[in-house]
C-alpha cells in the first residue's frame, strides 16, 4: 500500500528561524507536489518537482526531491507569520493514471 | 478568469438523503477529481475521471456517485449508503498528464445530522 508521510504534523515556529517539513513516500515516483491550505480554505499549488535532484524555490520556501531516498524537503527560510498555513505533499503515481495520493500535512503556526 | 466552481460553499443535510455537490471547471482541463478531507487528515482520492463519460473508483468511493457527461463538469452524489458523510469535499481538475498539479475549487463543507 502507498503511504506518504509527512513529518512534522505540528510546527510551531518563532518568526525568523528555519525549519524543514519532510515528506517520505513508499513507492517509485518522479513526480511530487507540495501544495498550501489556509484554514477553511482551498489547496494552492507551490511547488511542482519532476526529477531527482530537482529544487524550486519561492520567497522563503524551497522544495527538493530526492527520488532515490523517496524524499521530498520543503525548507522554510526566516519564517513570517504569513506562512503560517497547512503544507501537503502530493505523490503522482507512475501506473499510467493520475492519481495523486497525498500525505497527511504539517500544519504550520509561526509566532511573532 | 479561469477556475474551479464548487456548490453550494455549505450544505445540511438529514441522514438518509442524498445529496449532489456541483463542480463545474472552465480551465478546458481533461481530468478532473473529487477529494475528501477530514478535520486535520490528508486528502482522502473519492473519484476522478480523465475524459468525458469515463471515471474511475478512488480509494474511499463506496456510498459516492459521479458522471462525466460534459467535460466541464463532474457532480459527485453522495448517497444513504455513506456512513460518514459529514466532512469538507474538494474538486479538482488538471490536463492528466505529466507535470500537471491540481488546481482545486473552494471546496464544499457537507454536514449531516
Known amino acids: 500500500e502507498l503511504k506518504v508521510e509527512q513529518n512534522p504534523l505540528f510546527l510551531s515556529m518563532q518568526e525568523g528561524k528555519n525549519y524543514t517539513i519532510y515528506c517520505n513516500y513508499s513507492t517509485t515516483s518522479d513526480r511530487l507536489y507540495w501544495y498550501r491550505q489556509d484554514p477553511g480554505k482551498s489547496l494552492e499549488s507551490l511547488f511542482v518537482?519532476?526529477?531527482?535532484?530537482a529544487v524550486k524555490q519561492e520567497g522563503r520556501l524551497m522544495a527538493s526531491l530526492d527520488t532515490k531516498a523517496r524524499l521530498s524537503t520543503l525548507h522554510i527560510t526566516a519564517a513570517v507569520h504569513d506562512l503560517s498555513a497547512t503544507y501537503f505533499c502530493a505523490v503522482d503515481l507512475r501506473s499510467g493514471t493520475y492519481k495523486y495520493i497525498f500525505g497527511t500535512g504539517t500544519r504550520l503556526k509561526v509566532l511573532a | 478568469d479561469g477556475g474551479i466552481t464548487q456548490s453550494p460553499k455549505y450544505l445540511f443535510r438529514k441522514e438518509g438523503q442524498n445529496v449532489t455537490l456541483s463542480c463545474e471547471q472552465n480551465l478546458n482541463h481533461d481530468a478532473m477529481y473529487w477529494y475528501r478531507q477530514d478535520p486535520g487528515q490528508g486528502l482522502r482520492l473519492i473519484y476522478y475521471s480523465q475524459i468525458v463519460n469515463d471515471f474511475q473508483k478512488g480509494d474511499i468511493a463506496e456510498g459516492y456517485s459521479v458522471s462525466r457527461e460534459k467535460k466541464e463538469s463532474f457532480p459527485l452524489t453522495v448517497t444513504s449508503a455513506q456512513k460518514n458523510p459529514t466532512a469538507f469535499y474538494l474538486c479538482a481538475s488538471n490536463w492528466g498528464t505529466y507535470n500537471s498539479p491540481l488546481h482545486f475549487g473552494n471546496g464544499t463543507r457537507l454536514t449531516v445530522t
Open positions: 518537482l519532476l526529477s531527482n535532484g
